[in-house]
């Protein structure tokens, strides 16, 4: 929820997935405008986006897509010249929609990907058994609270490094499991 200079009603409102326009933006993936209206031919679709922009104060709601579906709408008020919005001007904010949907995406996804980081770490940490991991290059990349204490190195000083850290031994299993030669140990 943001608003910039708009309506407070605007400002406060909440829309679930089940409300009309929702509904009216998955389907048709379309910007609703007052040029627009003019060239909607159902009454009912009319009304309601007639209705929106009307309690939005907006002259153009352009969605947002990502994710498969709609995560908001941007709201354009009238402009401070007066003069209607044309379509290249729809155009373009069809454009900066576009953009802003793809940034909220991006947010999105790197705070989905931040939980699941999150949540792996604890979960790492909670086992009694000693994690440690490596990539394809041999570099470890977890290393739990118990393995501190059975390898008598901190995950400061193993992560990042190569897994020779760890001693010949584990180097040498951790390198023949990344090259498929192990089951595992």
């Not at 009309?20 to 933006?25: A, K």
């Not at 947002?64 to 010249?81: D, F, K, P």
């Not at 069809?94 to 947010?107: F, G, M, R």
Request: charged fraction near 20%; proline fraction near 3%.
């Amino acid at each position: 929820i943001a608003g910039l200079h708009c309506l407070e009603e605007t400002s406060r409102a909440l829309y679930d997935a089940n409300h009309p326009f929702v509904c009216w933006l998955e389907t048709h993936a379309l910007m609703a405008s007052r040029l627009a209206l003019e060239q909607t031919t159902q009454t009912d679709e009319r009304m309601l986006l007639q209705r929106m922009l009307d309690e939005s104060g907006a002259e153009v709601l352009a969605p947002l897509h990502a994710r498969g579906g709609i995560l908001g709408w941007l709201l354009l008020g009238r402009r401070t010249s007066g003069r209607p919005f044309s379509t290249d001007d729809l155009e373009e904010v069809a454009l900066a929609a576009d953009h802003v949907a793809s940034a909220l995406e991006n947010a999105l996804l790197y705070e989905e990907v931040a939980r699941q980081k999150s949540m792996a770490e604890t979960l790492l940490h909670a086992l009694p058994t000693g994690v440690v991991s490596a990539d394809e290059n041999g570099v470890v990349r977890w290393f739990s609270v118990a393995a501190t204490q059975l390898l008598n190195l901190t995950a400061e000083q193993a992560v990042g490094r190569p897994v020779e850290i760890l001693g010949s031994r584990m180097a040498d299993q951790l390198r023949r499991a990344i090259a498929g030669e192990s089951q595992g140990f």
